[in-house]
C-alpha cells in the first residue's frame, strides 16, 4: 500500500492492541551500515520499557547532534526486526514531506516518558 493511499477500516479494539508510547531520544548516532542513509537511536520510554533501540531514516532532516533530547512516538511492541548489524526494537513513526522524506512525529508539548497515546 503506498503512503498516499487509505488503509481499511479497523476495530477499535484493533487499533488498541497497537502500543503507541512517546519517548525522548538519549542517544542518536549516524548507522552507515543500513542500506539506505539512516541514524541508530537510543530511546528512552521509561518506566517498565527502558531504552530500545531504532533505527529511522531521517538524515534529510536531522542530524544525530539534534536529535538528543527530543521526543518521539514510536510502535513499541512490534517483534524486533535486523535492520543490517541492529536489531529494532521499536518502530519510530513519522511521516512524508513534500518530497517523501521522514519528518519525525512527536507531541507538541513535553510530556511524561511512557505515555501511550489514545
Known amino acids: 500500500m503506498a503512503a498516499s493511499e487509505r488503509a481499511p477500516e479497523v476495530s477499535f479494539d484493533d487499533f488498541m492492541k497497537v502500543d503507541i508510547r512517546v519517548g525522548t531520544i538519549v542517544e542518536a548516532a549516524p548507522f552507515p551500515e543500513a542500506r539506505k542513509p539512516a541514524i541508530k537511536l537510543m530511546i528512552d520510554f521509561g518506566g517498565e520499557i527502558g531504552v530500545k533501540k531504532s533505527s529511522a531514516?531521517?538524515?534529510?532532516h536531522y542530524t544525530p547532534e539534534e536529535l538528543v533530547g527530543r521526543q518521539v512516538i514510536a510502535v513499541v511492541n512490534?517483534?524486533?526486526r535486523q535492520i543490517g548489524p541492529m536489531r529494532s526494537e521499536v518502530l519510530t513513526l513519522g511521516v512524508p514531506d513534500e518530497n517523501g522524506e521522514v519528518v519525525?512525529?512527536?507531541p507538541g508539548h513535553e510530556v511524561p516518558k511512557g505515555g501511550r497515546m489514545f
Open 57 to 60: 531514516q531521517i538524515t534529510v
Open 78 to 80: 512490534f517483534p524486533t
Open 104 to 106: 519525525l512525529l512527536g
